[in-house]
């Protein structure tokens, strides 16, 4: 059985997914999270449900690539039952969505969500009426809170247990005004009396043929005269009305007669009682004053908090366990076994040096995530976008960019694929050439490191920058890239803001537990062979024998080689060279190498290691690299899934590389000068 949930962006699919399926998907309070369809399945009374979720869209009509995806998976699939999700505090604008699906003859459930705001803000709404008048079942439902939720579950399997109806019978049971229910019934019949097409929905291809939706006329291959008898009705259609336009008239039916349900079922408390609460906020956060300095002061106020005294205190508690207490163990364990010297350098060095090093970073990762989930579950993020927008937008970049951007923050991977909402090819290119240079969750170990060395008074002010300058870099070689590689219009950006919410404390958890998860796996995994590698390769000859001085190592000779390079940038050791090869991997393993190659065993040995080999500028310049270069392989691997090129991939992977090697280098020899 398969059931699959639709609904307008952030009116709570893939909360309920999740509930569901006790899957962890992200969810955002922001339009343009799900991009892709997902599946899950839950378990009902023995059976099996699978559970698609799917990306939001606002009509069925096949403007963008969430549109297609949905409207794709819904005629070719078919599922069983279709879950329509109405945010319930815009109920109107949900219903526009829902009148479309209906025509599709999939059985269908309304699930009027968000119940809890409903009530909030006084409204009433008697979903038997709605039913009444829609001729579907409707639920009303909390998915946050799971209220209702098992019902909505057990009404859809009922549903679905029926015997599959006729899709071609089925005419949307919604009157709309005369002249639209006889065209939309003329152009029925004529594709009623077309053979090859019983079977198909033909309510819904009869109202989108109406609308003048090219790619249903496509689907159903018509011929050239049935093509001619559409046309004649469509004709007749424009003729009945002052608007003139097929597309506006059909638009305008549907609202009225949504409009007309609306007010029998539903009672708003004091539609004109003022501004609401999120109306108020907004007055101050996206005030084009004010928008800015409040923006870079709440992301200060995260690192100050990343790097203050909670986050640093928790470094040094699992510094001190794995760092101190369990080297000291394993010393000692070693020397009374007697075990061979490499044994330790394997063991010490190696894993507890490189993967426990990485792993005293987490409680600050988990932290800063902490706050970006918060804004992001806020609603704030969604602002932050806006804020951009209205900045960039002058000067030739569109705002739909930033929801990529920011999701950077987090992670490339997903960041790259979220560009997928933009239907303007050149500005998705052109977004996902420059998210890499948004710092990622990996990448703050690197200046964790440094900056807790070299900028000890300033931490947390050294790591902000590094987000400030990838944000900057990120705008500047976009507008370079549109100026070169992407000229033409910019298109223009409709966001909608949603309303403010208090972040629900589970699905936090759920989020940051998600990636300390993930965390804990690649440090187990890829940073733990990435330790032992680069451990072997500085401890062994061209000829695979044991050094005595890792100066004669396979790495050395390899860094030796490429120190050149890195010497006009302010870090020619081959150490750093090696380090930053390593970085491809996965960004964590540039730190995880240092600890390894330094192979300094506590923390005051690495300060004293990393301090004589570079300077604050060379630090500076070096972190500015790690932020810049290349992103990881995973990253690569999906910029080349989402381009559909290796060309592109790779041409992303040189840019990027070059822009890090030129800042750099500017901030180092800038630097000199100025520091002497
Ligand atoms: P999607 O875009 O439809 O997948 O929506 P999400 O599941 O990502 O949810 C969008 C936002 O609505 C998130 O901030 C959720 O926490 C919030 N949300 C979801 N369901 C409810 C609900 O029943 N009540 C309230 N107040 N918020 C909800
Ligand atoms: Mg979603």
Redesign the pocket.
Known sequence: MKIALT?N???????LFNLYTGSNQY???WAG??VEKKEGSVKYKGESITLVDLP?IYSLSPYSMEEIVTRRVLIEERPDVLID?LDGTNIERNLYLALQLMELGVPMILAV?????VRQKGDRLDCAELSRQLGVQVIP?????GENTKELLEAAAALARNPARDPSRSVGKVAYDRATEQAILDVYVILWEIPGLRGLPLGFYAAKLLEGDKKAGEALNLDKETAGRIERVVAAYEASSPYGDRETMLADARYKSITAMVEKAMVKAGAEGGLSLSDKIDLVITNRILALPIFLLIMFFMFALTFGPVGSFLSGGIDFILGDMLTRWVTGLLSSAAAPGWTHGLLVDAIIGGVGGVLTFLPQILILFTCLSVLE?SGYMARAAFIMDRLLHKIGLTGKSFIPMLMGFGCTTPAVMAARTMENDRDRKMTIMITPFMSCGAKLPVYALFASIFFTEHEGAAVFSMYIIGMVTAVVSGLFLRGTLFRGTVAPFVMEL?PY?LP?PG?LLRHVWEKAKGFLIKAGTIIFSMSVLTWLLQNLDWSLQLVLDNRDSIFASVGRGLAPIFAPLGFGNWQAAVSILAGLIAKETVVSSMLVLYGAGSGEALASALAAAFDPVSAFSFMVFCLLYMPCISAFVSIKREMNSWRWAILTAAFTTAVAYIISLVVYQGGRLIFG
């Open positions: 609904g962006p952030n009116s709570g699919k893939t909360t969810v955002g309070n999270v799900t939001g999700i969500n968000m119940m809890d705001e439902i909390t998915a946050k809170k579950d949603p919410r629900s699905a």
